[in-house]
């Protein structure tokens, strides 16, 4: 049996948090209704195939790169990156790797980047709904520590919201600093 990986990553656009990619080799006996781009699915119905996909994959892997590995190396590379370590941490090696894009991380395997993959390949598409709700808890609980950012409502993304509490609170830790936003707000202290 031939084993394709599907990567995608979610998170590359926000003023904070890390960067998540997942790594997903589905079971061609155990099919999923329902895969597509995580973008056009609802929370709930993402909720729902997350279980799934953990549940039936045949394998799968979720990793990150931190707002600091993010601001040593840049977005890019963070992504990259955790797209190395999603793509190393399955339990299965992969005779093929598709990754949603214009790029593939450098890893020692098959690999061909897919534009719109998330849309096209169902490897990738249960690879972004595994990173998008992951993401998304992150946020849940950064935002049940710093309720004032809205972080649950607005995901980290750079919203007049989220700007505005950057302004009115300041930079938190978890804040990506390399940022324009952000670093913006660091200089006015």
Request: with cysteine; proline share 5%.
């Amino acid at each position: 049996m031939k084993y394709l990986a599907g990567v995608d990553e979610v998170g590359r656009g926000p003023l904070v948090g890390s960067v998540v990619t997942a790594a997903v080799i589905l079971n061609p006996e155990r099919p999923i209704v329902g895969l597509m781009d995580s973008k056009k699915l609802s929370e709930k119905k993402r909720e729902a195939l997350f279980a799934e996909i953990q549940d039936k994959a045949l394998a799968f892997c979720i990793a990150e790169a931190t707002a600091a590995e993010i601001d040593k190396i840049n977005i890019l590379q963070a992504t990259m990156l955790a797209m190395k370590r999603a793509v190393e941490g399955l339990t299965i090696i992969p005779h093929l790797v598709q990754v949603d894009g214009n790029r593939c991380p450098d890893i020692d395997l098959p690999c061909e980047a897919i534009v719109k993959g998330d849309a096209l390949v169902a490897q990738i598409s249960a690879a972004s709904i595994l990173a998008k709700v992951y993401r998304d808890r992150q946020m849940w609980v950064l935002d049940q520590k710093y309720p004032q950012y809205g972080f649950a409502q607005h995901k980290g993304y750079p919203t007049k919201a989220h700007r505005q509490a950057l302004l009115e609170f300041g930079v938190i830790d978890e804040h990506r600093r390399s940022f324009r936003p952000v670093a913006q707000r660091l200089s006015s202290e």
